[in-house]
């Protein structure tokens, strides 16, 4: 008898695995609760889908650290290489930015997730939208999904219900509970690749400015974190590239506004502190009666200037050559060590990327498979497994969907 496997998810990962299934000729049903597939991934890359990274897969899995070690076997058979092949040959091709973010030529997620969604209705695989999958049963004959209109019999299972990160897309934990019931652990979600919270309110009067190239640093447990790239204010902390890579490696610490977790941000990485002083006494001695603040606005934007200024108490419309040797040395000195206290993170409905999840501990690394419950897989969000931003996540999903999916297929 043919055997069927059924889908939970239609994201990245859902998509995915649903292809590899269906080119090993498998009857395949993709379950998805919203109306459409692929929601969340349209809002990756602000809408242009960084899918992967540049990467080596070592130098992926050494960029992953400890969650690394569970993604080996299967990031070595899905390489990024594999991820932009894939796509190429489905006449998509692809392009590498700043910092080795890759993204599709068009600079369109929709591109992407028509392409997956093609392709898979080409392959035969069938789709059930707006009907979410209430709960699943295992017996010896296989598994019994249940749905809000229907109960159907299935050989073997994926669930790709992604995490709980931008609820709005379809996100909402189901697979957690799903897995919880066959005896899985579920490691505690939290938030990752998120905003963070100060406990100084000035970075509010900046909301919406930018920082090109920034170096924050922080020390956690007496190791000490240091993360580079574009850096945002926002009405209650800050966000952007650099921050949300720094907000994975504090996530554990936080909320705690008794004991905020203190970062130094280096406005200029590429500066050394010699080149910066000599630049800046250079131009108080061309521009005397130019403001200090307009004379550092040449480095960075005259509001980010003004509000240092007011930071050490300094008039933003003072003369330079009237700012005395030691206020001017802690102004320069601000540059390039500005402090801020972090006193949480935005909630996880507003994070990228869920960590936690279905523990790796209980998953098969070099099938997806359910140690627990055989015929089960899981694949993307769904696992605890997460990256920092460079398309290391939508390439996790992708992989480990791509094995899972594979697998299902050919496994009795």
Not at 84 to 103: I, M, N, P
Not at 368 to 390: H, N, T
Request: charged letters at 20%.
């Amino acid at each position: 008898m043919r055997s069927i496997i059924y889908v939970i998810g239609a994201g990245p990962a859902g998509l995915m695995a649903s292809i590899h299934c269906a080119q090993a000729k498998t009857k395949t049903v993709v379950f998805e609760r919203n109306i459409a597939a692929g929601r969340k991934l349209l809002k990756t890359g602000s809408g242009r889908c960084n899918f992967t990274h540049r990467a080596t897969t070592d130098q992926m899995l050494l960029t992953l650290g400890p969650k690394g070690r569970f993604l080996r076997y299967c990031l070595h058979i899905y390489c990024p290489q594999w991820l932009r092949q894939f796509f190429s040959d489905r006449d998509l091709k692809s392009k590498v930015e700043a910092a080795g973010c890759v993204f599709p030529v068009t600079d369109q997620a929709s591109d992407i997730r028509n392409l997956l969604v093609t392709e898979a209705r080409q392959l035969g695989v069938h789709f059930e939208f707006g009907n979410p999958v209430k709960n699943i049963r295992r017996d010896a004959q296989g598994f019994t999904i249940r749905t809000s209109e229907d109960s159907i019999r299935a050989d073997k299972v994926i669930i790709t219900t992604g995490g709980v990160s931008y609820p709005q897309t379809g996100s909402t934990g189901d697979g957690y509970e799903f897995a919880r019931r066959f005896g899985h652990t579920i490691i505690p979600p939290k938030p990752a690749l998120v905003p963070l919270v100060t406990a100084e309110k000035w970075p509010g009067d900046l909301a919406g400015t930018s920082l090109k190239e920034m170096k924050i640093t922080t020390t956690l447990s007496g190791k000490k974190i240091t993360v580079t790239g574009p850096m945002l204010f926002t009405h209650d902390g800050i966000g952007g590239p650099a921050v949300l890579d720094l907000s994975r490696h504090l996530t554990d610490y936080l909320p705690n506004k008794g004991k905020p977790i203190q970062i130094s941000i280096d406005l200029l990485p590429g500066v050394t502190e010699s080149e910066w002083k000599s630049k800046i006494l250079q131009q108080i001695q061309v521009h005397p009666n130019k403001t200090i603040a307009n004379i550092l606005a040449g480095s960075v934007p005259r509001n980010v200037a003004a509000a240092l200024c007011r930071h050490l108490e300094v008039g933003i419309d003072m003369p330079a050559n009237q700012l005395r040797k030691d206020v001017r040395h802690r102004l320069l000195h601000l540059f390039r060590a500005l402090p801020l206290s972090i006193v949480s993170t935005r909630p996880i409905a507003e994070a990228m990327v869920t960590s936690g999840g279905v523990s790796v501990g209980e998953i098969d690394s070099k099938t997806m498979q359910s140690k627990l419950c055989p015929g089960l897989f899981f694949a993307g969000e769904v696992i605890d497994v997460d990256g920092p931003c460079g398309g290391y996540n939508l390439h996790i999903a992708f992989a480990t969907a791509a094995l899972a999916g594979s697998v299902a297929a050919q496994s009795k």
